[in-house]
């Protein structure tokens, strides 16, 4: 099993107008979405790699605390509708997250965030996971917002500790982080806990490192996502693999990089390489396919309104 750790909150995101749609589903974008108009989505970045783990047929559970509220029903459906085991999430009378996408003429998408009181923000440590656990994944807002924030690094010190594969996926939103400098230095420090680091050009950006030499720092390997120029890794013992991006007419890229996410541990997972020593022995013919599934999965986002 593979355990997804974070928030799970709604997403509203823009509707764009059927000329607009159109122009998107054959590649020629000459609109952007129609102001004032916001449909609901299920998303938070955790809670889609959750759902594409699960749809892709990897044993996946969602470690959380989910509100009451309708919305927090939806997020609870959506993931039972995708296999998703929910046993580890947490409930609470706390409102939702929500999140309002704004989207460029590209199809990147930024974000405001109503996360005051919220209930993912309370998130307690589980006592244990279960024995079967053979990786754990932790990112985005869930590892910046007090106190759950504190929660979930302690899961993820006491299951690297315990030998679990950790996947981290910063996924920086710039607005939720008061202190850049402190983040950075928590961020740092993370890193020996951390199996595999994933994260995109804008986050190695704002970060101010270099990827390649993160896997001095303790990850086994570092994947970054560089849009339309595809993906790249490096490993700690040398490898370098890039692959182009999949062909696709961008909708839009909520959700994208969680694609990612799921597929590269989807795809560890049936190679058995849910390891240190895993990765190494992928190679560069391995880390090549799994990165070109990968890709595949992220133009699926991209291709779609919405995570």
Known sequence: MIVVAGEALIDLVPQRDAAAAADAATGDRTDTATPGALLPRLGGGPFN?????GRLGSPAAFCSRISTDVFGDMLMEGLRASGVDTSLVQRGHEPTTLAVAALGPDGSAGYGFYAEGSADRLF?????????VRALALGTCSLVLEPGASAYEALLRREAARGVFTLLDPNIRPGLIPDPD????RFTGWLPSVTLLKLSQDDAAWLGGVPAEWTARGPAAVVLTRGAEGMTVWTADG?????????????????AGDAVNAAVLHALSSREALSPPGLVALGAAGWREVLRFAS???AEACGRAGA
């Open 49 to 53: 790699t959750a759902v594409a783990l």
């Open 296 to 298: 595949r999965a992220a």
């Open 239 to 255: 490898t370098e693999v890039s692959v182009p991006a999949a062909p696709v007419n961008v909708v839009d890229t909520i959700g």
């Open 124 to 132: 307690e440590l589980p006592p244990s996971l279960p024995p079967e």
């Open 182 to 185: 402190a983040y950075r230095t």
